[in-house]
Every structure is written in C-alpha cells, then in structure tokens.
C-alpha cells in the first residue's frame, strides 16, 4: 500500500523519482525500492514524505484513505531542510544557495510577524 501511495502522490505533483530522491536526500534508487515495496523509509524518511505531500503518515502506510494531515507550525528546521534539499525555481530559473539563505531569512521575518499579532 505505502509504495502504492507514495507514487501515486509523487506523479501528481509530476516529479520523477529523481526529483523525490533529491527533496528527500535519499537516492533515485531508494526510491524505486519504495513504490515497488521492496524497502520502506526510516520514520524520519517517512515524516518528510508526510509532509512534503501534505499527507499523515497513517495515510502513507494505509491505516486510513483520509489523506488530510492536521498541519501545525512549520519548524525552521522544516522549512531550511525543504529549502536546500528542493529545486526550486523562480521565473524559470533555480535558485542558487544564496537565494535559499535569503528566501529562508524573509520567510523567518514573515513567521516571525504572524507570531507576533
């Protein structure tokens, strides 16, 4: 079920395993091993996934076909491992480290002020 799932997840954002492997700092390959159920994810693994897709865990696993996950507020540590494991782009173009740092820095400013109201 949870290779089931996490493909399905994976082509409706249309990323290519490659594209999973490097949002999760694993290998293209560990992720083939994970959609055909050879292998599974360490916890820590599994919670990236969980909240990369916006999904709980139990829904990963197939405890339940509710894929709604309850969010809480997001940690920088979250958000920074987001930002330097993802390709992001902006008008076409990928953000270098240094764009990461800055992004990750105003968003820091945004939360900050969110918190504060």
Known sequence: MFGVRLKELRLEKKLTQDDLSKILGVSDRAIGYYESGARHPDFEG???????????????????????????????????????????????????????EDLLGFLRIIWNRKKTK
Do not use: W
Request: charged content about 35%; proline content about 4%.
């Open 46 to 100: 599994l919670k990236k996934l969980a909240q990369y897709f916006a999904v709980s865990t139990d829904y990963l696993l197939g405890r339940t076909d509710d894929r709604k996950l309850d969010l809480q507020d997001p940690s920088n540590l979250e958000l920074e491992a987001y930002l330097k494991h993802s390709n992001i782009r902006f008008d076409g173009a990928p953000l270098d480290d240094q764009d990461k």
